[in-house]
Each structure stands twice: as structure tokens, then as C-alpha cells.
């Protein structure tokens, strides 16, 4: 049957405040866990950070004191559902291990939601980022091996392969070119405001990860690729968030950031394959039920108006975790060479493309590269997991 979460009773608000020993989960075992997993953890703890950080700025511009003190109450809760989910990763993973992780979140996630996106303007936006996410998986991957000595097939399994995408020092363009056309609101497709919040969550946690553990690293190849993607996250970030309609009211907004979240734990629960995890996604998905009851109610008061006239009357089919080998492929054999002008999409190196690239290349190889020249003069080639043949884009492996 249809899940329509608006129809759905959750747990009390009141009830919902935890303690420390309901909050001090057990992390996942890294050596045995699915990689997905650990991919749908890294994706809601994305989620849980954007939702906090909107209603944060929600708050600051909200002048009713009840309502900021009700805004409060709920963030405080989700402050404690982030700290859970986040808390499930190993403290045993190392920094460059989780990196490939999140990476791997990026690579399938996005991918699944170009393959599911109706409208295709969007999914040419998700479409261009991935192939630039699959190419950061290959770069970290490479570092892996050379400064920790282990391959990241330990991590990612073979759910997902590990070979170059849109070289990374091609992602550096004008800031301009990062901006693309949002949705229209009055006519867009209610799941295509679920893949932008959500793709747009995941990109920030990424950013946010990047800026804040680079520099842990004492190796400089290692701090300087960080430095690089880092940046190339805040333009990712850029590119996604556009796509939101800015004529979304704040009221609208915060619907939305709730009725995705129970999307997104619903579909984690449906596919989850560990049972104490899956029992995580449940509980949290019955508290979202009540934060969406909660943020319904401020929209028909202030905005005036039915949330069934924006959201799906239920939930669409549950976001999947899964490979997308086949159509990664796809992706590198007709856009690798694809670059931005506008809000639209060229396969020429304009003139500020170029001017971007000098600017901030200095007439030096970037750390992307340079990672790749290092791990070959160590490990002799290197490092790819191509399991299902060549390079679709014929880019041989160097020796």
C-alpha cells in the first residue's frame, strides 16, 4: 500500500527526547558491514545537517517567539537523530576511508536519481555532477592506496567502480557557470523537489566534511587534493542548490525538509539489510512523522494554503542504494567532455572557462593529477576497479 506520511501518526514530540545511553549507539562493524549501509548512514546524516542548519536560519528570521521556541524544540531532536546516525560509523575508519565513502554515496545516489528524475533538465544536472564525483572516488582512491596501503575495493566492495570520470581539474569554472535554472514551482513534479533537497544536502555534508578535515593530514599531496575537491564540493553545492525555486516561502521550504526526511527514512527502512540499523531508521522515521504534522500546520497558517497542493499524496518508490555500473558508463562514453556556460551545458573550453583555469592552475599540475603521477612512480599504475571491462571513454591504463 501507498505511504502517505501526512496520514500517518508519530510519536508525540514530547516523548520523543532521548538519553545517553538511547543516544550512544552501536557503530557499524567496518570490516563486515554493507557498503550501502554505511552509504544510507553518510546520506541521512546529510539530511539530519541540512535540516538543523535551515531551521536554524528559519529561526532568525522568524520574529513570534513560540514559534522560534517550537522551531527549537524540533531541532533539538534532530540534533540528537543526527548524532545517532552519524555515530554509527566506525571510529575504526580511518578519514581517507570515510572519504572514499562519501564519495561512493555521491556516485550511487545521484546516479539513481538521474535514472529516476522526470524532468530532464534536472537530470542533466545530476547526470553532469556525478561523472565529477565518480572522478574525486578515483583520485582519494589512489591516495588510499598510496599513503595507506590498502585498496578501496575494501570499502566500496564491487558495487561500484573505481576508474577516472571528467578529469578534476576540469570541474574549476567560473562561479557564474555553477549556477544553473531552479524548477518552477507552480508546475514541477513533487519528487523532483525531493532529488533537489536531497542531492543538495549530500553535497554540503561533503563540503562541510572537506573543509574541516583536510588539513588533519600530514601528508601535503594528501592535504593539497583535499584543498582542491573541497573546492570543487562548494561548487557543487552551488550548482544544486539552484536548482531550488527561490520563490519557495520559508513555510514551504520547511515542509518539504520534513516530509523528505520521512521519504528518506522510510525508504532506508524498507531496504535496510541491518536489523539494528533498520530499527534506527524506523524510530526516526515515527519522529519525522511528527515534525511533518508540526510544519503542516505552519504552512496552512501562514502560507494559507493545503500541503496536498505541494507534496506527493504518498511517498514515491523508496530510494534505492544500488549499482549503477552500466549507466556510469553511459555517462563517460557521451558527457565526459561536457563544461558549463550559463545555466547551460557546452562541450568547448570558452573563454572564461579558460580564464578560470589559468587563474587558479598558476601554471602548476594540480593536486588531482599529481596524486595519480605519485601513486604510479610507487605502486607501478595506478589504481582502478574496472569490473565490468575497459574504460568506456578509452582512457587506458597508464603504466
Known amino acids: 500500500m501507498a505511504f502517505d506520511p501526512l496520514q500517518e501518526r508519530g510519536i508525540p514530540l514530547d516523548e520523543q527526547l532521548r538519553n545517553w545511553r538511547e543516544l550512544n549507539v552501536t557503530p557499524i562493524d567496518p570490516d563486515h558491514a554493507d557498503p550501502y549501509t554505511r552509504c544510507r548512514i553518510i546520506t541521512m546524516n546529510g539530511i539530519e545537517v541540512e535540516a ?142 525531493l532529488h533537489a533537497l536531497t542531492i543538495m544536502s549530500a553535497e554540503q555534508q561533503t563540503m562541510n566534511f572537506y573543509m574541516n578535515v583536510g588539513p588533519m593530514h600530514m601528508e601535503p599531496i594528501a592535504r593539497r587534493l583535499y584543498q582542491e575537491i573541497g573546492l570543487i564540493e562548494e561548487e557543487h553545492v552551488t550548482h544544486y542548490e539552484s536548482l531550488v525555486d527561490p520563490g519557495e516561502s520559508l513555510w514551504e521550504q520547511l515542509l518539504n525538509h520534513e516530509y523528505n526526511e520521512c521519504y528518506l527514512y522510510y525508504s532506508f527502512m524498507e531496504t535496510e539489510s541491518d536489523p539494528k540499523v533498520k530499527n534506527i531508521w524506523e524510530l526516526h522515521l515515527n519522529m519525522e512523522l511528527e515534525h511533518l504534522r508540526l510544519a503542516a500546520e505552519l504552512f496552512k497558517r501562514f502560507d494559507g494554503r493545503d500541503p496536498d497542493q505541494v507534496l506527493a499524496p504518498a511517498l514515491p518508490p523508496p530510494v534505492t542504494f544500488e549499482p549503477n555500473k552500466g549507466y556510469i558508463r553511459e555517462l563517460l562514453a557521451t558527457q565526459i567532455d561536457c563544461t558549463t556556460l550559463g545555466t ?5 573550453a570558452h573563454e572564461r572557462f579558460t580564464r578560470m583555469q589559468e587563474a587558479v592552475m598558476g601554471g602548476e599540475k594540480p593536486p588531482s593529477e599529481q596524486v595519480i603521477d605519485d601513486n604510479r612512480a610507487i605502486s607501478g599504475r595506478e589504481y582502478r576497479l574496472e569490473t565490468e571491462g575497459p574504460h568506456p571513454a578509452g582512457l587506458q591504463l597508464s603504466r
Not at 554515496?105 to 561523472?131: C, I, K, N
Not at 547551460?344 to 568547448?348: K, L, T
Open 344 to 348: 547551460g551545458y557546452v562541450r568547448e
Open 52 to 193: 538543523i542548519l535551515f531551521s536554524h536560519q528559519l529561526a532568525r528570521h522568524c520574529p513570534d517567539l513560540e514559534i522560534k521556541q517550537q522551531l527549537a524544540r524540533v531541532r533539538y531532536i534532530e540534533a540528537q537523530q543526527q548524532k545517532v546516525v552519524n555515530w554509527l560509523l566506525p571510529g575504526l575508519a580511518s578519514v581517507l576511508e570515510t572519504t572514499i565513502a562519501y564519495e561512493q554515496v555521491a556516485v550511487d545516489l545521484t546516479a539513481w536519481v538521474a535514472r529516476m528524475e522526470p524532468d530532464s533538465y534536472l537530470t542533466q544536472a545530476y547526470q553532469f555532477g556525478v561523472l565529477e564525483d565518480f572522478d574525486h572516488l578515483y583520485r582519494y582512491a589512489n591516495l588510499y592506496e598510496m599513503i595507506e596501503h590498502r585498496k578501496a575495493e575494501k570499502i566500496v566492495d564491487q558495487l561500484t567502480e573505481v576508474m577516472p570520470g571528467r578529469p578534476t581539474y576540469l570541474h574549476h569554472r567560473d562561479p557564474k557557470d555553477n549556477v544553473r535554472q531552479p524548477y518552477d514551482r507552480s508546475v514541477t513534479e513533487p519528487l523532483s523537489r
